[in-house]
T-cell receptor, first 109, second 113 residues
Framework: QKEVEQNSGPLSVPEGAIASLNCTYS??????FFWYRQYSGKSPELIMSIYSNGDKEDGRFTAQLNKASQYVSLLIRDSQPSDSATYLCAVGNFNKFYFGSGTKLNVKP | SAVISQKPSRDICQRGTSLTIQCQVDSQVTMMFWYRQQPGQSLTLIATANQGSEATYESGFVIDKFPISRPNLTFSTLTVSNMSPEDSSIYLC??????????FGPGTRLLVL
């Protein structure tokens, strides 16, 4: 079983819609949770970090964490074509960080 | 946030040779990691670079093949030894503090012929 699971996609949404990206993890002792965005040919760029249950909002992005269900999600409101990228979920447990395989998002104009 | 630079940005190497990749952080960080990313794939953790001690390697990666140094809290190197075409990949370093954010360098694109 992989440490972090993501649907590889691609997830296609029209411009202006809400994109919902999901991630599950296996280690109940995980402490920190991150979403990274990676454009083709570029290195991952941090979008959001979340450490406690509930929602965390930053501009058009909302991260949601449910530790009981071992589930973390990222909502992108008012999706733009520039949001088209691969989104990586990362889970940290003290000195270890594990990445999911990423979900490719396509936002159609 | 931490700004991370890597050298070289890319290289083409002959099989059997070795390449050392440098990673520099603009501030002191507790944790530094080295990853490998094949085209279209996610990141695979190679090892945790520990300051002043031997690196901690993930399953499938060994020190003889990927020796790592970390002489201080801002700098680390990864060497890819005795390279083969299967080592062609993007190598990324990251830095940050435990429980906090990991920031990535721009990556080193390696092609082994």
């Amino acid at each position: 079983q992989k440490e972090v699971e993501q649907n590889s996609g691609p997830l296609s949404v029209p411009e202006g819609a809400i994109a919902s990206l999901n991630c599950t993890y296996s280690d109940r002792g995980s402490q920190s949770f991150f979403w990274y965005r990676q454009y083709s040919g570029k290195s991952p760029e941090l979008i959001m970090s979340i450490y406690s249950n509930g929602d965390k909002e930053d501009g058009r992005f909302t991260a949601q964490l449910n530790k009981a269900s071992q589930y973390v999600s990222l909502l992108i409101r008012d999706s733009q074509p520039s949001d088209s990228a691969t989104y990586l979920c990362a889970v940290g447990n003290f000195n270890k960080f594990y990445f999911g395989s990423g979900t490719k998002l396509n936002v159609k104009p | 946030s931490a700004v991370i630079s890597q050298k070289p940005s890319r290289d083409i190497c002959q099989r059997g040779t070795s390449l050392t990749i440098q990673c520099q952080v603009d501030s002191q960080v507790t944790m530094m990691f080295w990853y490998r990313q094949q085209p279209g794939q996610s990141l695979t953790l190679i090892a945790t670079a520990n300051q002043g001690s031997e690196a901690t390697y993930e399953s499938g990666f060994v020190i003889d093949k990927f020796p790592i140094s970390r002489p201080n809290l801002t700098f680390s190197t990864l060497t890819v030894s005795n390279m083969s075409p299967e080592d062609s990949s993007i190598y990324l370093c990251s830095g940050g503090d435990t429980q906090e954010t990991q920031y990535f360098g721009p990556g080193t694109r390696l092609l082994v012929l």
